[in-house]
């Protein structure tokens, strides 16, 4: 059973558009949702992540808006530049647990 | 600060064999949590390590072991491998258990034959 749920699978953006990616969780007691964004051969980096104390959590051109009566957060991508071409996962967790539940990923192209 | 390291990076076995990986945390974290990254199910959570205790496990079989050292370093075993073993192993490391916030290394790419 999927506890996140990602969409879209893929996405081609142009560069300087805004890439948005969204997610779905069911678990009412996860109460931490980062973003990772991993490059081929690599790991995957935290990007930003948010708590459900706030709406919207903002760092340079990433945006997380979170809607917890949906259970639903999404990744905005402002001004989207071909190095941002990689593939974004959104994650959930509680607070006390280190374990992660991923959601199946996106991956961004970002066209010049 | 350097990076969470992990070692080997690509490891080839055969079936039956078994392996162990390595995984070295950021200087000053004491948690290190394991993950398995294949195209088909995604990143799925193993188990997390702090104190040299499990405080964690993911649903795999016993296959999947693991152990913390007093300095926090972390290695992870898995026996008698099977064909669907082959995955990116990930390592990641927080500051203490349960703070969520947690860095991945490189990973260790095996492959079983």
């Known amino acids: 059973q999927q506890q996140v749920k990602q969409s879209p699978q893929s996405l081609i953006v142009q560069k300087g558009g805004i890439s948005i990616i969204n997610c779905a969780y069911e678990?009412?007691?996860?109460?931490?949702f980062p973003w990772y964004q991993q490059f081929p051969g690599k790991g995957p980096a935290l990007l930003i992540a948010?708590?459900?104390?706030?709406s919207e959590k903002k760092e340079g051109r990433f945006t997380i808006s979170f809607n917890k009566s949906a259970k639903q957060f999404s990744l905005h991508i402002m001004d989207s530049q071909p190095g941002d071409s990689a593939t974004y996962f959104c994650a959930a967790s509680q607070t006390g647990a280190n374990n992660l539940f991923f959601g199946t990923g996106t991956r961004l192209t970002v066209i010049p | 600060k350097a990076g969470v390291t992990q070692t080997p990076r690509y490891l080839i076995k055969t079936r039956g064999q078994q392996v162990t990986l390595s995984c070295s945390p950021i200087s000053g974290h004491r948690s290190v949590s394991w993950y398995q990254q294949t195209p088909g199910q995604g990143l799925q959570f193993l188990f997390e390590?702090?104190?040299?205790?499990?405080?964690n496990k993911g649903n795999f079989p016993g296959r999947f072991s693991g152990r913390q050292f007093s300095n926090s370093r972390s290695e992870m075993n898995v026996s008698t491998l099977e064909l669907g073993d082959s995955a990116l192993y990930l390592c990641?490391?927080?500051?203490?258990?349960?703070?969520?916030?947690?860095?991945f290394g490189p990973g260790t790419r095996l492959t079983v034959l």
């Open positions: 678990n009412t007691a996860f109460d931490y």
């Open positions: 990641a490391s927080s500051l203490i258990a349960g703070t969520n916030e947690q860095f």
């Open positions: 390590y702090f104190s040299e205790t499990q405080r």
């Open positions: 948010i708590r459900p104390d706030v």
